[in-house]
C-alpha cells in the first residue's frame, strides 16, 4: 500500500515534538514493556522506517492466499 505523502502533508499540520530522551531511557521503557508489546513496537518501527519490510509481509500475505507455501514437515523434514 503506497502512502501519497504530498496529499498526506497538506492535510496534516507538521508537528515537531522535541523530548529530553537519553538512550538509556528508551532502553528502560523498551525493557519494561512485556513481550507481546515489545514485539508490537518493534514492528511498528520497522515497518515506519523500512519500506522493504512492508513490502515482504505483502508479499508473504499474497503467497499464503495464493497457495505458494510450505507445510513445516515440508521445510524442516
Do not use: C, W
Request: no cysteine.
Amino acid at each position: 500500500m503506497a502512502i501519497d505523502t504530498k496529499s498526506t502533508e497538506k492535510q496534516i499540520p507538521k508537528v515537531e515534538l522535541k523530548i529530553s530522551l537519553s538512550l538509556n531511557d528508551l532502553i528502560l521503557a523498551l525493557k519494561s514493556l512485556d513481550d507481546e508489546d515489545r514485539e508490537f513496537f518493534i514492528e511498528n518501527l520497522l515497518s515506519a522506517l523500512s519500506p522493504e519490510y512492508l513490502k515482504s509481509i505483502e508479499d508473504a500475505r499474497k503467497d499464503y492466499k495464493e497457495g505458494r507455501v510450505l507445510s513445516h514437515k515440508e521445510v524442516f523434514g
